[in-house]
């Protein structure tokens, strides 16, 4: 391709570089980020969180939010987008932004299936899009459901609702959209074992997509992947194992879920959920093994490993990288990535940071000490495991509210919430945390959410609401639910899902 210059995109007549983006704070506006966003220079949740606490209009604020909440999905925190989904609905809603809740309302709903919380306000969603009329929204619903149902591992619902948000897609010329869906129905294709029907639709994603599109036809790329991985373990195992074809399938089948294992492990691993992630890890080294991929076995291992350590295990982690033996005929790239897990877990070992491996993960990828290029997929291998920096203390950051507000989880513990006062004291905590996350809710506020219009003296209510406060505390809530001159709030510190 003949390279072309690249354009130079402005801001208040002003260029946007990277520069302008790293001063970007008080002095710009949310507008001013958003659109450097858009421009597709890096933006840091930093950045935003400090344009946004300074933001005095809701209705701009609730749209920042929402583009925070992209922003933390796109690295893989999961929890913390949910936080900000529901965060941006709230806000929205008391807006009036229908439109804009409801698109928070259901990005909020495929958090919740990745996090394999349950799912309870598609339906909803779902109905406020169709009575908006709204055909982008009305897409947006169906590809967010196509979603849910993959992570709930239903391939005919997630082909079906696929299409339909195709349908809508194509309707009102959203070519980018249309080709991530177009991926999805391929890679649903792959799941129902109909390589042939995949195979058509990821070319005809490939053939219609713009090369600007590259996040897109990365996907793509994956999918066809998948495919050929699938066909080519297909008919290797149709000419090895003769015994009978339903041998051939099983082993066609095993080779591509010991994959999908490995990537879900990183998925969780990113996620900082290791306990599941290193049960990943063992049954794609234990499928891989079986199958004589001694390479991948290697890798599961490894990684396993550093679930492990995370999860508190440093022994079983010691024993399962001792494991993580690769075959002599180890490609390149696999030895290096398992130094760097080795790496990984002598510095959890040590109680250092995962970040001090830095720069050199990439180094130590490349053939005889030299770096690799940085648009391999090794490269982007080692920089994915750095970005992630598991960290247990981050994991042990969340709070789980039951959407009914009887019963909290914290730490690996949870706890029943019984009586109408204590569950609505609850709920005012936890509406104005995700409303205003620094925020107090003073002493008359929690009283009227309380009691409301009923006659109680002054003194009488403050007792009653400490006496309160101090049995949530007991229960469930400690030290995160503070308390001042200024009131009450729950700890801004931790991540907070409701439902």
């Given at each position: 391709?003949?390279?072309?210059?690249?354009?130079?995109?402005?801001?208040?007549?002003?260029?946007?570089?990277?520069?302008?983006?790293?001063?970007?704070?008080?002095?710009?506006?949310?507008?001013?980020?958003?659109?450097?966003?858009?421009?597709?220079?890096?933006?840091?949740?930093?950045?935003?969180?400090?344009?946004?606490?300074?933001?005095?209009?809701?209705?701009?604020?609730?749209?920042?939010?929402?583009?925070?909440?992209?922003?933390?999905?796109?690295?893989?925190?999961?929890?913390?987008?949910?936080?900000?989904?529901?965060?941006?609905?709230?806000?929205?809603?008391?807006?009036?932004?229908?439109?804009?809740?409801?698109?928070?309302?259901?990005?909020?709903?495929?958090?919740?299936?990745?996090?394999?919380?349950?799912?309870?306000?598609?339906?909803?969603?779902?109905?406020?899009?169709?009575?908006?009329?709204?055909?982008?929204?009305?897409?947006?619903?169906?590809?967010?459901?196509?979603?849910?149902?993959?992570?709930?591992?239903?391939?005919?619902?997630?082909?079906?609702?696929?299409?339909?948000?195709?349908?809508?897609?194509?309707?009102?010329?959203?070519?980018?959209?249309?080709?991530?869906?177009?991926?999805?129905?391929?890679?649903?294709?792959?799941?129902?074992?109909?390589?042939?029907?995949?195979?058509?639709?990821?070319?005809?994603?490939?053939?219609?997509?713009?090369?600007?599109?590259?996040?897109?036809?990365?996907?793509?790329?994956?999918?066809?992947?998948?495919?050929?991985?699938?066909?080519?373990?297909?008919?290797?195992?149709?000419?090895?194992?003769?015994?009978?074809?339903?041998?051939?399938?099983?082993?066609?089948?095993?080779?591509?879920?010991?994959?999908?294992?490995?990537?879900?492990?990183?998925?969780?691993?990113?996620?900082?959920?290791?306990?599941?992630?290193?049960?990943?890890?063992?049954?794609?080294?234990?499928?891989?093994?079986?199958?004589?991929?001694?390479?991948?076995?290697?890798?599961?291992?490894?990684?396993?490993?550093?679930?492990?350590?995370?999860?508190?295990?440093?022994?079983?982690?010691?024993?399962?990288?001792?494991?993580?033996?690769?075959?002599?005929?180890?490609?390149?790239?696999?030895?290096?990535?398992?130094?760097?897990?080795?790496?990984?877990?002598?510095?959890?070992?040590?109680?250092?940071e995962i970040a001090e491996l830095g720069e050199t993960a990439a180094q130590w990828l490349g053939p005889e000490g030299r770096p690799l290029a940085r648009s391999s997929a090794s490269f982007r291998f080692a920089s994915n495991l750095v970005v992630a920096r598991p960290n247990r203390a981050v994991a042990a950051s969340l709070l789980r509210v039951a959407q009914d507000f009887g019963s909290v989880c914290m730490d690996g513990n949870t706890a029943t919430i019984n009586g109408p006062k204590l569950r609505a004291l609850l709920a005012a905590l936890c509406q104005q945390r995700l409303e205003a996350p620094a925020a107090w809710l003073?002493?008359?506020?929690?009283?009227?959410?309380?009691?409301?219009?009923?006659?109680?003296?002054?003194?009488?209510?403050?007792?009653?609401?400490?006496?309160?406060?101090?049995?949530?505390?007991?229960?469930?809530?400690?030290?995160?639910?503070?308390?001042?001159?200024?009131?009450?709030?729950?700890?801004?510190?931790?991540?907070?899902?409701?439902?």
């Open positions: 391709m003949t390279p072309t210059a690249t354009p130079v995109v402005r801001v208040n007549h002003a260029p946007v570089t990277p520069e302008w983006v790293s001063c970007c704070g008080a002095d710009r506006t949310l507008d001013d980020l958003l659109e450097a966003k858009a421009a597709g220079l890096p933006i840091s949740e930093a950045q935003l969180e400090q344009v946004l606490s300074a933001t005095k209009d809701d209705a701009r604020r609730a749209r920042g939010l929402l583009e925070l909440a992209r922003l933390l999905a796109g690295r893989g925190r999961a929890a913390s987008a949910l936080a900000c989904y529901q965060r941006a609905a709230t806000v929205a809603r008391s807006e009036g932004l229908a439109a804009l809740a409801v698109h928070a309302d259901v990005r909020a709903e495929t958090k919740r299936a990745q996090l394999s919380l349950p799912i309870h306000g598609l339906g909803r969603a779902s109905r406020e899009a169709s009575e908006l009329g709204d055909r982008r929204l009305i897409a947006l619903v169906r590809d967010c459901e196509a979603e849910i149902y993959c992570h709930q591992q239903r391939p005919l619902a997630t082909l079906r609702a696929a299409k339909q948000a195709l349908v809508e897609y194509e309707a009102i010329g959203a070519v980018a959209e249309a080709a991530a869906v177009l991926c999805g129905v391929s890679l649903a294709y792959v799941e129902l074992d109909a390589l042939d029907q995949a195979d058509l639709w990821l070319e005809q994603l490939l053939a219609e997509l713009p090369e600007s599109e590259v996040r897109t036809r990365a996907y793509g790329v994956f999918g066809a992947a998948r495919v050929h991985m699938a066909r080519a373990r297909w008919d290797d195992a149709s000419t090895t194992l003769t015994t009978s074809a339903a041998l051939a399938q099983a082993a066609a089948d095993s080779y591509l879920h010991a994959h999908i294992s490995y990537w879900e492990g990183e998925l969780r691993l990113a996620e900082l959920r290791y306990g599941q992630a290193s049960v990943c890890f063992r049954r794609a080294a234990r499928l891989a093994a079986e199958l004589g991929d001694f390479e991948l076995a290697a890798l599961a291992r490894a990684a396993a490993a550093i679930g492990d350590q995370l999860d508190g295990d440093a022994e079983g982690a010691s024993a399962l990288m001792r494991a993580a033996l690769p075959p002599a005929t180890a490609s390149l790239p696999t030895l290096g990535v398992l130094r760097l897990r080795k790496a990984q877990l002598e510095l959890l070992e040590a109680g250092r003073s002493y008359d506020e929690l009283a009227d959410a309380l009691w409301g219009k009923e006659r109680i003296s002054r003194s009488s209510r403050d007792n009653r609401l400490r006496v309160l406060v101090s049995r949530l505390r007991q229960l469930a809530l400690g030290s995160e639910l503070q308390g001042s001159a200024q009131g009450f709030r729950l700890a801004p510190t931790r991540v907070l899902i409701v439902g």
